[in-house]
């Protein structure tokens, strides 16, 4: 229960306080429980996009608030840390460099383009689906980003230097944990396009690779894992699955 708590106050808003001390073990079970969090914030987001649309809103506004929403209920982290480590890649100086250009604070024109970027593609591909009612489809996508951030911290992937949250939770996950998540992830999206059970099994693969080449280049860019590439994963998984869910409407 420690685990899942520290993982419901780290991933949104809620008011759940987690163990008062935090070591790797602690934080390891959190992420390991990350997918669970992302489950409900995936409920939440369909609920509210059945919602909007149900008392007149269009797709595209509600896809929209419901972006609007997800970052609300989770601080923002994950926008921030798309936009901070679009700003790191791209600007091609040195692994300390860009960990100081990423710890500035200030969104920097990468930056900005990835979360315009990023944010406009969640809305337009939750707009298609609502125009479907496809619910199902639109909290697993939302499930799946925080699926991912599993197997970013799995064994062998080491923190960046000089990064708190990134010290925490990298080279936390075993493959046995990140295995059965991948699989469940694949499982669940059998069911995300009933007309093409097929292609949501590949929407989740292909999530996957994508994760899995930003991890490991942005390890060999920056050092090693942080907190912001947590972000960053989430939100590019949550757009390609939605994407990708959308592609058979």
């Excluded at 429980?33 to 987001?45: D, E, I, S």
């Excluded at 649309?53 to 797709?59: H, P, Q």
């Excluded at 970052?71 to 460099?97: C, F, I, K, N, V």
Aim: proline share 4%.
């Amino acid at each position: 229960m420690n685990g899942l708590r520290l993982a419901v106050s780290w991933l949104t808003v809620l008011p759940v306080r987690g163990p008062d001390d935090v070591d790797r073990n602690a934080a390891g079970r959190a992420i390991a429980l990350a997918p669970v969090v992302g489950a409900l914030l995936g409920a939440a987001a369909a609920g509210l996009l059945w919602l909007f649309t149900s008392v007149g809103a269009s797709t595209l506004l509600a896809g929209l608030l419901v972006v609007v929403a997800l970052a609300a209920a989770t601080r923002g982290m994950h926008l921030d840390g798309l936009a901070d480590t679009m700003d790191g890649l791209g600007s091609y100086g040195s692994p300390e460099r860009a960990r100081e250009i990423m710890k500035g604070g200030a969104a920097g024109p990468f930056g900005v383009a990835a979360i315009v970027f990023v944010v406009g593609l969640q809305a337009l591909s939750f707009a298609a689906l609502a125009d479907h009612e496809r619910w199902y489809a639109v909290a697993l996508a939302v499930a799946l980003g925080r699926t991912l951030v599993v197997l970013a911290c799995r064994r062998g992937a080491p923190a960046a230097p000089g990064t708190g949250f990134g010290a925490l939770v990298a080279d936390t996950q075993s493959p046995v944990t990140a295995a059965l998540w991948t699989t469940a992830g694949v499982a669940a999206a059998i069911f995300a396009v009933p007309e093409r059970a097929w292609l949501g099994p590949l929407v989740v693969l292909v999530a996957v690779g994508a994760a899995t080449v930003l991890v490991r280049h942005t390890a060999r860019r920056f050092g090693g894992l942080s907190g912001d590439v947590l972000g960053a994963v989430v939100e590019i998984s949550v757009a390609i699955s939605a994407i990708g869910f959308s592609l058979a409407l």
